[in-house]
């Protein structure tokens, strides 16, 4: 079970990988659209900000396809990319969104495996096998299955949910933030801040840009929690941590959680609690204040991007002060044991006088 695990998320990965720089130039091509259009820029026909709008979101209807495709490049090379195009493109079209996509690009991969291991073609035909024969079948066949089986109730359940984030209001809204919040936080960039930056990444590309933003800050609070705490209580943290902390904050300025971990590990239980709970305040915070981010990437550097990016700030800034405080408050000082146990042995002189090499000949 490990094993078939590690190997989803491998081809999960692959498709992230090839997902994330068109998301980011599309998303990127939207703000600035609406930077120097306004929110009306839809309706500026003509106009270098209407355009780049335009730009962005013809980029964003790509987003899944790319993806399907990339994840069935993953599992059964290039013959798959092709079909993938077309399954996360009917994906998008009957509105089962990037939970179709994902299917669909595993779907399309084991087919091509399934042609490869078992359609038996005459040596003539060979070359036909990775251009015509894999690509045709591979489409139809998965294309058939998500028109008529997989898709019609994955898009149902997408709708649902959508509806469900877009009338929420209140309380509601700020429950959502706080359980997206601490998953971003969580684990430090592992498998549950990966999870709910798929279910994040998954919104942005139905336009819904809210969990994006929580995505920011739960990345975002360890880091600087960590660091508030030190500058709270600097007796609290060794030489080691210290030194980890000085690389960290530049990490965390760029949206990168794990420069943290060393210190998470000498501390787990506190330190995860304590950026868990500052991250799923913030959270809440930023879903109740209605800030989103239109590009999944980018830490610090695209805030003046985002919708609302003073609020972000201040949610960033609330979050991060909790988790310093807690933390302050709840992590004992450093024991002189604990400091000597990580200084580095120094290394013993050896003294060279009376070393001969034909001594003992």
């Known amino acids: 079970m490990k094993s078939i695990g590690l190997t989803i998320k491998k081809h999960l990965l692959t498709g992230i990988s090839y997902m994330i720089p068109l998301i980011v130039a599309a998303g990127l091509c939207i703000a600035l659209g609406q930077i120097f259009g306004g929110a009306d820029v839809a309706n500026h026909e003509g106009t270098i900000p209407f355009y780049l709008n335009q730009i962005g979101g013809w980029g964003m209807t790509l987003v899944v396809p790319l993806f399907t495709a990339a994840i069935a490049m993953s599992i059964a090379d290039r013959p798959a990319f092709a079909p993938g195009l077309v399954i996360g493109f ?4 009957i509105q089962a969104g990037f939970i179709g996509g994902i299917l669909g690009g ?18 003539s035909m060979i070359g036909l096998m990775p251009v015509m024969i894999i690509p045709l079948i591979a489409t139809a066949f998965s294309g058939l299955l998500m028109l008529t089986i997989i898709g019609q109730p994955i898009a149902s359940m997408q709708n649902s949910l959508l509806g469900l984030l877009q009338s929420m209001e ?43 933003a929580v995505k920011f800050i739960g990345s975002m609070v360890p880091v600087f929690g960590i660091a508030l705490s030190f500058l709270f209580t600097r007796y609290k943290y060794t ?17 990168i959680t794990e420069g943290v971990i060393p210190i998470a590990a ?16 913030a959270g809440g915070l930023s ?33 991060s002060l909790i988790t310093g405080t807690m933390l302050s408050l709840w ?7 604990e400091e000597a146990m990580e200084q580095e042995p120094e290394e013993e002189e050896v003294d060279l006088d009376d070393f001969s090499l034909t001594k003992g000949l």
């Open 90 to 93: 009917i994906a998008n079209e």
């Open 106 to 123: 595993f779907l399309v991969g084991y087919v091509v495996l399934a042609i490869k291991k078992y359609v038996k073609v005459p040596k």
């Open 170 to 212: 209140g309380g509601s809204r700020f429950f959502m933030g706080t359980i997206l919040g601490a998953m971003s936080s969580f684990d430090f960039g592992g498998p549950v801040n990966k999870t709910a930056s798929l279910f994040a990444d998954g919104l942005l590309v139905e336009g819904i840009y809210e969990p994006e």
């Open 239 to 255: 030489k080691a941590e210290k030194e980890t902390l000085k690389a960290a904050v530049p990490m965390g300025i760029c949206m």
């Open 266 to 281: 000498r501390d787990l239980i506190r330190v995860v609690a304590s950026c868990s709970f500052g991250s799923a305040i």
């Open 287 to 319: 879903m109740v204040w209605g800030v989103g981010s239109t590009v999944p990437h980018g830490g610090l550097f695209v805030v003046p991007l985002m919708i609302e990016p003073w609020y972000f700030v201040l949610a960033l800034a609330i979050g």
């Open 331 to 337: 992590k004992p000082a450093v024991k002189q044991e």
